[in-house]
């Protein structure tokens, strides 16, 4: 009796002899298709394939695809445990062929795999085809199989559609009977949904186009697409009914009786079952990105879990058990697919927390839902508004609620549970427009309520497809966003990073799927909407971007990269300082960007030249050792238990990302070894090695116990470094000339040097705080009920500006704040809001309002602090003017 494995092996194997690429399992988040929420089947990674978007080495292709079905249109999960072949996660085998062979060769290579290979008697096979499809009928006699077990089937059943529009073909499909035992029609009879004549493989052929005045023509590349579930024919090949008595769920289910102490086959079969789908589903999906969360994709793995979790639960587990069952599935399965190995530690840490989570709640929500049936009469609904209750304070998805009813025999008032969702709605749009934020904001939320949060998928990729959910032109939703004009554009899913946590936002490309020409180049991403809604600021090329166009987006890679390594840095310089200065050390804010680190940290007073060496060591030491980066995912209480370090100005939710850089000694964490230990959601290198090199180029004061460090990484850190070691080369030579003495003298001469020049600094920057030397009032006026004070400065540097942004914040109390540098004609701008008006006004748009009028373009940063440059400082009066403009709504 083969097993699941020897099975899927056997399939490979077979269509490698006839010519196809064996193509790795793509991902359970589709990058190529915006309008799925997860890989439902094994064409899903060809598509544009199919379409003639893309090209590859190869024109015939076959694949094991793992696949999840849990959520939007394509949803098992209600039946998951309950039936003999519903699951949340399957794998799909199938043969590809994009524009090579066709029919006369589809058909007989799935008569051959199934009769010689798998050696299924040909008499319990018969098959379907599309009623008007008579060159398939044809091709399936003169095989072998009897006309009377070629059954037409005019439904769509055998049509298959890509889409109301696009790529189509009719499609024939093989069942076999199981014996007149087991009751049961053919296809097409009204018995056809008896469990008799049983579905294992679905061969399509992608020969038409269909047009949305419902005509059709014939494809210029006529493909195959065909695919087989293993779990079912695999339950076939070992000569079971139920997929769940194949050998690798039967394996799962062991081993959660094993852990439960229970028996597999007794009174908690379902719960075995369910436990073990749902085992694969998640780990899965955690192994490939997903984390749980309150929406989209983490949100339906969290609704995954759960219900296992609960079926735990009412096996007698009082303790944590699915995290124990994961070397179980990683030794049934981490062959074929050696992700699980990978995320093995990362799958238990997010099971066991979410399971201790859940257990906290889960006793006080069953008790609340035992307490309301107690009030209602024998088999009533349960009201939707206490269904509602469970799921708003115990996070109890509404169908976690109706699967625990099921098995009393009862159900839910769904139409009250709606009621009670629209009425909690409708009071959070009123708190939020009671919270005196710009009037815009409303947009955001709108958008928010409709279509939910963005999805990120920028922690693995930085190319992704997505569809365009909203455009916002000047500040207005809109249909389009017309050639050559700029504006937000809102997609589902998006592998830009928005600007958080001292990260700066993505630039880079996005294009049209349907027409090419079309291009938009992104400049900005921010979020917006809570943090939830991931904007991209772009600028449309040629054509017109349209609103529902489905879209390519493509980071900057090179830009991505710079910063990823600036931002890796800062972790490491933040536990440098820590390790030379002492405990007291936390980040104060913070800068990654694509040329430069900034960090602000507390200490008292400046760093001595031992220490900044020794910290610049320190960190380049950790660069070398060029150890992973890795992420887990924890409550904010337990990463701090074990020492993370919290990042200036996150907001963290129930769930926070830990990164983890370097091996130490005498480190901390759960090993006890890791060196820097963060909360922190941006994204980062794969190892420590890809920072390239580590040069500190300035420590200064940034305000009162406040300092700020500067630093480069990669090659400008290279450049900066064999700039020093040209001038320690020179300083030996004049050892060997003029001896030691001489060097001490010329060592105190540049420390003096370093001195002025910080003291220079701080002078200019105290001139400027007294009032600058331009007109502009260094007094603030009244915008608009908020606090305004502009300035235009000489002799000050644009990379002081941000330190005197944060002294007349700490003056003001509360207001907006635009100072312009004039430097030889040119300008620096910077604006500044205080944390209290961040809902009001964005520094962003006061830097990018006046920054116009300078002749410059862009600007970007924080709601908070900002800053751009222009060409021309002699506007600044009119600069100024746009930004209170601004202000002023």
Not at 73 to 90: I, M, P, Q, S
Not at 367 to 388: V, Y
Not at 616 to 634: F, H, K, L, P
Not at 811 to 835: F, H, W
């Amino acid at each position: 009796m083969p097993s699941l494995n020897e099975i899927r092996s056997t399939f490979l194997d077979y269509f490698r002899r006839q010519g196809h690429e064996v193509v790795p399992s793509s991902p359970l988040v589709p990058r190529n298709d915006p309008t799925l929420m997860f890989v439902n089947s094994g064409m899903v990674q060809f598509k544009n394939l199919f379409t003639g978007v893309e090209r590859r080495d190869y024109v015939r292709a076959t694949t094991a695809q793992k696949c999840v079905r849990a959520g939007g249109k394509h949803n098992d999960l209600d039946n998951v445990g309950y039936t003999a072949r519903h699951h949340t996660f399957f794998e799909m085998l199938g043969n590809f062929s994009f524009g090579d062979y066709f029919k006369e060769a589809a058909i007989p290579y799935a008569w051959e795999l199934l009769t010689k290979d798998f050696g299924i008697d040909k008499s319990r096979l018969l098959t379907t085809v599309y009623h008007t499809d008579d060159e398939a009928f044809e091709l399936w006699k003169k095989i072998g199989v009897p006309e009377d077990r070629i059954i037409r089937i005019a439904t769509s059943d055998n049509f298959w559609q890509m889409g109301p529009t696009g790529p189509c073909g009719p499609c024939t499909e093989i069942f076999y009977d199981h014996g007149d035992h087991i009751w049961g029609g053919p296809p097409g009879s009204a018995e056809e949904d008896g469990d008799r004549f049983i579905e294992i493989w679905n061969l399509v052929f992608m020969q038409n186009e269909q047009f949305e005045d419902g005509s059709m023509r014939a494809l210029d590349m006529q493909s195959i697409d065909t695919g087989m579930g293993l779990e079912r024919i695999g339950a076939l090949l070992q000569g079971k009914h139920d997929n769940y008595d194949t050998d690798t769920m039967r394996a799962l289910i062991e081993a959660s009786a094993h852990a439960s102490s229970t028996d597999p086959d007794g009174d908690g079969n379902v719960h075995h079952r369910v436990i073990a789908d749902h085992l694969r589903s998640t780990s899965f999906l955690i192994a490939d990105g997903v984390m749980p969360s309150n929406e989209g994709r983490g949100y339906v793995l969290r609704r995954i879990m759960r219900r296992a979790m609960r079926h735990a639960h009412l096996l007698g587990n009082q303790d944590p058990v699915m995290h124990r069952l994961v070397p179980s599935l990683v030794g049934q399965m981490g062959q074929a697919y050696p992700e699980l190995g990978r995320a093995q530690a990362l799958i238990q840490e997010t099971l066991l927390l979410e399971e201790t989570r859940f257990k906290q709640t889960l006793d006080r929500g069953l008790k609340l839902l035992d307490d309301e049936l107690g009030k209602l009469g024998e088999g009533a609904d349960l009201p939707g508004e206490a269904a509602f209750r469970l799921y708003d304070t115990y996070g109890f998805p509404l169908d976690l609620t109706q699967d625990a009813l099921r098995e009393m025999g009862r159900a839910v008032d769904v139409t009250g549970f709606d009621a009670a969702m629209a009425e909690q709605k409708a009071k959070a749009r009123a708190a939020w427009a009671g919270t005196g934020e710009a009037k815009d904001l409303a947009v955001w939320f709108d958008l928010l309520e409709t279509h939910g949060a963005t999805e990120f998928l920028g922690y693995d990729t930085e190319v992704a497809e997505g569809q365009i959910l909203a455009i916002i032109n000047d500040g207005k939703l809109t249909e389009s966003l017309p050639e050559g004009e700029s504006g937000w554009i809102i997609v589902n899913q998006t592998p830009f990073y928005g600007e958080a946590g001292g990260q700066v936002g993505d630039e880079g490309v996005i294009r049209s799927l349907s027409d090419h020409d079309v291009v938009g180049k992104v400049t900005d991403t921010q979020r917006f909407g809570g943090g939830k809604i991931i904007g991209h600021f772009v600028k449309a090329g040629e054509g017109a971007l349209q609103k529902g166009d489905a879209i390519s987006l493509k980071v900057d890679h090179a830009r991505r990269g710079l910063i990823r390594a600036n931002h890796s840095a800062t972790h490491l310089l933040h536990e440098a300082l820590r390790q030379a200065l002492g405990d007291h050390v936390a980040q104060r804010g913070s800068l990654n960007a694509p040329d430069r680190l900034r960090f602000d940290f507390s200490h008292a007073k400046a760093l001595t030249s031992e220490e900044i060496a020794q910290v610049e060591r320190e960190v380049n030491e950790y660069v070398r050792q060029n150890t992973a980066v890795e992420t887990r995912i924890m409550t904010p209480d337990d990463a701090r238990g074990i020492g993370a370090q919290a990042l200036f100005g996150e907001k963290y939710g129930d769930e926070v990302r830990v990164v983890s850089m370097g091996r130490a000694p005498t480190g901390k964490g759960l090993d006890k070894e890791t060196y820097s230990l963060e909360l922190c959601g941006g994204t980062h290198v794969a190892r420590t090695g890809d920072i390239g090199a580590f040069a500190l180029t300035s420590e200064t004061a940034s305000s009162a116990g406040v300092r700020r460090i500067e630093a480069l990484t990669g090659q400008a850190a290279l450049t900066e470094l064999r700039g020093r070691d040209l001038v320690m080369s020179e300083i030996e030579e004049m050892v060997k000339s003029t001896g030691v003495e001489a060097v001490a003298r010329v060592r105190a001469l540049l420390d003096e040097r370093k001195s002025l020049t910080n003291e220079v600094a701080q002078l200019r920057r105290e001139l400027a705080m007294s009032g600058g030397t331009r007109p502009g009032s260094a007094e603030a006026k009244d915008v608009n009920g908020h606090k305004f004070l502009a300035q235009v400065l000489q002799g000050v540097s644009g990379k002081d500006l941000p330190v005197l942004i944060d002294e007349h914040k700490a003056r003001l109390g509360s207001g907006a704040i635009l100072l312009i540098a004039d430097a030889d004609g040119k300008a620096a701008v910077a604006a500044g809001v205080t944390q209290d008006l961040t809902g009001a006004v964005s520094a962003v748009d006061l830097v990018r309002a006046a920054v116009a009028e300078l002749g410059g373009k862009g600007g970007g940063g924080r709601p908070d602090m900002a800053q751009g440059g222009g060409k021309d400082a002699g506007n600044a009066e009119a600069a100024i003017a746009a930004a209170e403009k601004v202000l002023g709504g």
